[in-house]
């Protein structure tokens, strides 16, 4: 069956641009995860959202990043005046149920100039 | 602050060998994970632990889980050239029942087999 899917795949952007990010999970997982990897910080949470619940924004870096779930389903994941230190992949992923495997996307690789 | 230790960071093997790789975190939790990710790709969950003394076998990688020691390892048997990838381990701080999993990850083991 049809996986996590990301979009776009890479983005190069300018300093102090805007970028969205897309997030299709798998049908039917109830929870969205939002990492970022990078070489110095490695793997890192960014947000998730469970169900009908208050996401989790605790990871988030500063206040120019936001994401937002539709309809339970697809997630978009916002930057703000992106900078330099924004350059990471960004690993979007799914549960079906609490304490059960994350299943990833592709990631989006981002690198702002 | 959960932090999570993996080593070695860099492991080099002969094939035929075996080895382990260790993950130690430092608060209680009983959810561990083990994730592959080869060179430019996403990650590929491999196995999901959940209880002390948890045990789980696919093929030649073997994940067991300390709670009491914080420890996790994985164990390699006999390695083969398509094992090569960076491991991770992940750790979910549980904090209560209704809350999802907010992963925090290992530094990542490369492992590299060589023929």
Sequence with gaps: GAGVSQSPSNKVTEKGKDVELRC???????ALYWYRQSLGQGLEFLIYFQGNS????????????????????VSTLTIQRTQQEDSAVYLCASSAKLASAQYFGPGTRLTVT | ELKVEQNPLFLSMQEG????IYCN???????????????????????????????KQE??????LDTKARLSTLHITAAVHD?????????????????????????????????
């Design chain 1, 24 to 30: 299709d999970p798998i049908s039917g997982h109830t």
């Design chain 2, 17 to 20: 060998k075996n080895y382990t």
């Design chain 1, 54 to 73: 208050a996401p989790d924004k605790s990871g988030l870096p500063s206040d120019r990043f936001s994401a937002e779930r539709t309809g339970g389903s």
């Design chain 2, 25 to 55: 975190y430092s608060t209680t939790s009983d959810r561990l994970y083990w994730y592959r990710q080869d060179p430019g790709k996403s990650l590929e969950s491999l196995f999901v632990l959940l209880s002390n003394g948890a045990v």
């Design chain 2, 83 to 115: 094992l090569s990838a960076t491991y991770f381990c992940a750790v979910d701080p549980f904090i209560n029942t209704g809350t999802a999993s907010k992963l925090t990850f290992g530094t990542g083991t490369r492992l590299q087999v060589t023929l």
């Design chain 2, 59 to 64: 093929g030649r990688l073997m994940a067991s």
